[in-house]
């Protein structure tokens, strides 16, 4: 499956604009088909299978309508949550834990490659936004080496990849700073607003909304 291009072409600057939180996950669908786009249909299940991000987002006690929610694309993804000096961890940055964050970077170019996240801001009517910050990349497979002895006597050895058991059968993880109030950040005047209207069209929305059927 191709990578929608309205994530490839957004620039620093860009947002996307969504009005509910339905629409801000089809916008973490786009992300994770970006970071992982041959899914499986069992990848995709798992995957849509994920803590609601309206749970992780909510502050407690607070049942009043969010929205809209701006996203922008955020640049360098891998190093704003490894690197020593400008990481999440420099910058206090904190998880919950169920996250699974990595404690340490992968090696794997692949895994690092499909790194990619986004600075979100939900407004509140008068109230102060609530920020946080998102990564979504794929897991690396693990490998075993199953043998089997046959009648003859001979083992023989297979080697089987596949994703870890923890993950639930999922391909990509999520990782979200615990959110916490921000001052409103104000959108450049170059930069390209881009409401639900424009994605909802994707293939990627289309598979979500009927079930990424086999």
Same mark, same amino acid.
């Given at each position: ?18 009005? /509910?939180?339905?629409? +801000? ?14 899914? /499986? ?14 749970? +992780? ?20 993804? #891998? ?17 919950? !834990? ?5 404690? /340490? ?12 996240? #986004? ?7 008068? !109230? ?37 058991? /923890? ?48």
């Amino acid at each position: 499956m191709a990578t929608p291009n309205i994530l490839s072409d957004l620039g620093p600057n860009d947002a996307i604009v969504v009005a /509910t939180f339905e629409e +801000l996950v089809r916008v973490e669908d786009l992300f994770a088909l970006r970071a992982h786009p041959d899914m /499986t249909a069992s990848e995709w299940r798992a995957w849509q299978g994920r803590e609601p991000i309206e749970e +992780l987002l909510r502050p407690p006690g607070y049942k009043a309508l969010m929205g809209p929610f701006i996203v922008r694309a955020m640049e360098h993804a #891998f190093r704003q949550l490894h690197d020593p000096l400008v990481g999440a961890r420099p910058r206090k940055l904190t998880f919950k !834990n169920k996250e699974r964050v990595p404690t /340490t970077p992968p090696d794997d170019p692949i895994i690092v490659d499909s790194f990619n996240g #986004f600075e979100l801001e939900a407004l509140r009517g008068l !109230n102060k936004p609530i920020g946080t910050e998102v990564w979504i990349s794929r897991i690396p497979p693990s490998t075993q080496i199953k043998r089997y002895t046959k009648k003859s006597g001979e083992i023989s050895e297979r080697v089987v990849t596949r994703t870890s058991p /923890t993950q639930g059968g999922a391909s990509v993880r999520r990782n979200l700073a615990i959110p916490y109030e921000i001052a409103p950040r104000p959108i450049p005047a170059t930069a390209r607003l881009i409401g639900y209207a424009a994605i909802a069209s994707s293939r990627a929305i289309q598979l979500s909304e009927r079930g990424f059927g086999e």
